[in-house]
Nanobody, 115 residues
Framework: VQVVESGGGLVQPGGSLRLSCATSGFTFSNYAMSWHRQAPGKERERVAH????????MYADSVKGRFTISRDNRKNTVYLQMNNLPPADTAVYYC?????????WGQGTQVTVSS
């Protein structure tokens, strides 16, 4: 199983980024996926979740209305569109495949919101 995030970087406050998470080694369309983040000195938190078909999504209150999670089951990829970013969104963002058992984490991608 492979879960590989990309798309992080440095962005100014108010800007946007789109994260991608490419997967392989499992039947992507069978499983829910989620995005999590961990800021320095803080616990990892889930920010968005999408079920296997993509028809239902859930968001943390802190990102609701600014982040959009989506998936392309033909490309085995999940995305996180992040808009109107404040410095408080600075964190390492992780993709998580909700497989049976412990699931599978990506290595993370750094998002830094700073002027």
């Amino acid at each position: 199983v492979q879960v590989v995030e990309s798309g992080g970087g440095l962005v100014q406050p108010g800007g946007s980024l789109r994260l991608s998470c490419a997967t392989s080694g499992f039947t992507f369309s069978n499983y829910a996926m989620s995005w999590h983040r961990q800021a320095p000195g803080k616990e990892r938190e889930r920010v968005a979740h999408i079920i296997n078909t993509g028809s239902k999504t859930m968001y943390a209150d802190s990102v609701k209305g600014r982040f959009t999670i989506s998936r392309d089951n033909r490309k085995n990829t999940v995305y996180l569109q992040m808009n109107n970013l404040p410095p408080a969104d600075t964190a390492v963002y992780y993709c998580f495949a909700r497989l049976p058992g412990p699931g599978s984490w990506g290595q993370g991608t750094q998002v830094t919101v700073s002027s």
